[in-house]
T-cell receptor
Framework: DTEVTQTPKHLVMGMTNKKSLKCEQH?????MYWYKQKAKKPPELMFV???????INESVPSRFSPECPNSSLLNLHLHALQPEDSALYLC?????????????FGAGSRLTVL | GQQVMQIPQYQHVQEGEDFTTYCNSS?????IQWYKQRPGGHPVFLIQ?????EVKKQKRLTFQFGEAKKNSSLHITATQTTDVGTYFC??????????FGSGTKLNVKP
């Protein structure tokens, strides 16, 4: 299995809703990432988990809450989001978090905040 | 602010023409990777360059890493419609952070 699976593919939520994005990989990768991508822009790093521990938080607002229940799963909990948070949220994994490692991306979850 | 810049932002070519995108960093990079994102898709890894002055080829694609490890280029010979997409470089800095370049969107007219 060489894939990163993200669910849901599309999500529409109101500013008062609580929702979660999910990501799963079974490649034995020990690093997992959340990226945010706005239209016509490059992916922006949000969080990095290494060996199930949060190692990087790129000053992301607390309305985004990541969780890594085990080495194969990564969640992004969403609460009280703003319309400007609408974007494609990409999950990625790599063998390790440090050094030169290839990122394998999931297909993304396209989020619309009304 | 943006730490890895790419030029051009957009490139429209006729099928069969060549295409080059350039990636420039303000600081030295440990290594650089290139990704391709098709319209509506997600980034897919193409190649990684580690050594100063390194050149790698994949069929019609040629990748180069600058001598100072601050710039890189991707050249496509004789473009095809399947080459359409946005090409991103991603530079490794601070040992564990990849910074994506601004991207070059390639459109190929048949």
């Amino acid at each position: 299995d060489t894939e990163v699976t993200q669910t849901p593919k599309h999500l529409v939520m109101g500013m008062t809703n609580k929702k979660s994005l999910k990501c799963e990989q079974h490649m034995g990768h020990r690093a997992m990432y959340w990226y945010k991508q706005k239209a016509k822009k490059p992916p922006e790093l949000m969080f990095v988990y290494s060996y199930e521990k949060l190692s990087i938080n790129e000053s992301v607002p607390s309305r985004f809450s990541p969780e890594c229940p085990n080495s194969s799963l990564l969640n992004l909990h969403l609460h009280a989001l703003q319309p400007e948070d609408s974007a494609l949220y990409l999950c990625a994994s790599s063998l390790m978090a440090a050094g030169a490692n290839v990122l394998t991306f999931g297909a993304g979850s396209r989020l619309t905040v009304l | 602010g943006q730490q890895v810049m790419q030029i051009p932002q957009y490139q429209h070519v006729q099928e069969g023409e060549d295409f080059t995108t350039y990636c420039n960093s303000s600081t030295t990079l440990s290594n650089i990777q290139w990704y391709k994102q098709r319209p509506g898709g997600h980034p897919v890894f193409l190649i990684q360059l580690v050594k100063s002055g390194e050149v790698k080829k994949q069929k019609r694609l040629t990748f180069q890493f600058g001598e100072a490890k601050k710039n890189s280029s991707l050249h496509i010979t004789a473009t095809q419609t399947t080459d359409v997409g946005t090409y991103f470089c991603a530079g490794l800095r601070n040992f564990n952070k990849f910074y994506f370049g601004s991207g070059t969107k390639l459109n190929v007219k048949p």
